[in-house]
């Protein structure tokens, strides 16, 4: 059995700065309540019509790679988180697979569809490849368009003001060295509260979970199934719905409790973490983990402030960032952690 390391890392954000006071000419907000509820001062939004999650994934994918010391070629498997894939199907890892131009080796690639612990489960997913020695270049991105998709008006708030575009790439390889490299990782879902961090449309659901007259399906369904009604996009039931108050109090219990089940199971604590990067979901978050595990300033990255919330791509952003500002150095223990919609949640603990 091998240990999988990072051995490259690189991350792609969008040029287009998008300020909290230009939101605020589309709905009724302010920089002043942003910042004070979620940290945000800024996000990053793509250039609709040109780029995708696919193409920004293949942009931080090429950073990751040349730092690994591969070619695209090299590659042996993808694996591929978002929640605003580029189509409904298929998922957008071969879309990136085409767009690194590695067709011709017909490699596998797989979708993560766990949101803002997309990139946790990824991690997790590659680990177990690298381990058995079935693959030697595993290449594991988030990537993220959410500007595509969110309502900017003032009905739209409480979920749109914290989204940004981008997307962060590593590339794992093996390692004999067994003290190094990925130590651990703990998965977690509960499906109980589904629908209260989600986008329900389009989907297949028909109406079976939420009531059918809601969503305006026709009366005979049978042969004119659909995926979007008219009226779900005249009551603006396209985009996400966050119940944003349960999202938080069920994060500051997920965030630790799961942080803690990764130490134990390597008989470290809390003060061994040398720098804990959270999914940057919303600064207070990350400060109320913090303080949960008595870490100091210097033992917690976040980079929401000039991001947002990136969701599969976020932890993957920060580690890069972290990383880049030398605040990751050689045998650093580093613990990623996140949590969002399912809802699913998720720890790593990582030997740099
Ligand atoms: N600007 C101004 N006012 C607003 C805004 C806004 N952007 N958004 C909501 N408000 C108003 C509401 O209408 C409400 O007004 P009312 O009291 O008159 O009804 C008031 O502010 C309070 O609304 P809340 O939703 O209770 O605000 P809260 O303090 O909970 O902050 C927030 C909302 C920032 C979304 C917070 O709940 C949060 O961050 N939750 C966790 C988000 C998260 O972690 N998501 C997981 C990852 S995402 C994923 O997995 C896809």
């Not at 059995?1 to 040029?15: D, L, R, W």
């Not at 040349?66 to 580029?86: H, K, N």
């Not at 381990?131 to 979920?159: P, Q």
């Not at 049978?222 to 719905?241: A, C, E, G, H, R």
Request: overall charge negative.
């Amino acid at each position: 059995m091998f240990n999988s390391k990072i051995a490259g890392i690189g991350h792609y954000v969008p040029e287009r700065v998008v300020t909290n006071d230009e939101l605020s000419q589309y709905m009724d907000t302010s920089d002043e309540w942003i910042k004070e509820r979620t940290g945000i001062e800024e996000r990053r939004f793509a250039e609709k019509h040109e780029e995708t999650s696919s193409t920004m994934g293949a942009k931080a994918a090429r950073i990751a790679i040349e730092r690994a010391g591969i070619t695209p070629q090299d590659v042996d498997f993808i694996i591929f988180a978002t929640l605003s894939a580029d189509y409904y199907f298929p998922g957008g890892g071969v879309l990136m697979q085409r767009e690194l131009g590695i067709t011709d080796q017909e490699v596998g690639a797989l979708d993560i569809r766990n949101q803002c612990s997309g990139f946790l489960y990824g991690l997790s997913v590659a680990d177990q490849f690298v381990k058995t020695g079935m693959y030697k270049n595993v290449l594991l991105v988030g990537a993220e368009m959410h500007s595509m998709g969110l309502d900017f008006s003032t009905k739209g708030r409480g979920v749109s003001v914290i989204f940004g575009d981008g997307a962060g790439a590593v590339v794992l390889q093996p390692t004999e060295d067994n003290t190094q490299g990925v130590l651990t990782t703990k998965l977690h879902s509960n499906g109980t509260h589904a629908e209260e961090l989600a986008m329900i449309n389009p989907g297949s659901h028909g109406g079976y979970h939420l009531g059918k007259e809601k969503f305006g399906y026709p009366e005979d369904p049978t042969f004119k199934s659909i995926f979007v009604t008219q009226k779900m996009i005249d009551d603006d039931l396209i985009y996400p719905n966050m119940t944003g108050q349960l999202v938080f109090k069920t994060a500051v219990v997920k965030f630790p409790e799961v942080i803690k089940e990764a130490l134990d199971s390597c008989g470290l604590q809390s003060s061994d973490i040398d720098m804990l990067v959270p999914h940057q979901a919303n600064l207070r978050i990350a400060q109320f983990v913090q303080k949960r595990l008595g870490l100091s300033d210097d033992q917690v990255f976040n980079n929401i402030q000039k991001y947002g919330n990136t969701t599969a791509a976020s932890v993957p952003i920060a580690l890069c960032e972290a990383w880049e500002s030398g605040k990751v150095k050689e045998g650093d223990l580093v613990c990623l952690a996140a949590f969002g919609s399912g809802f699913t949640w998720g720890s790593a603990l990582i030997r740099w």
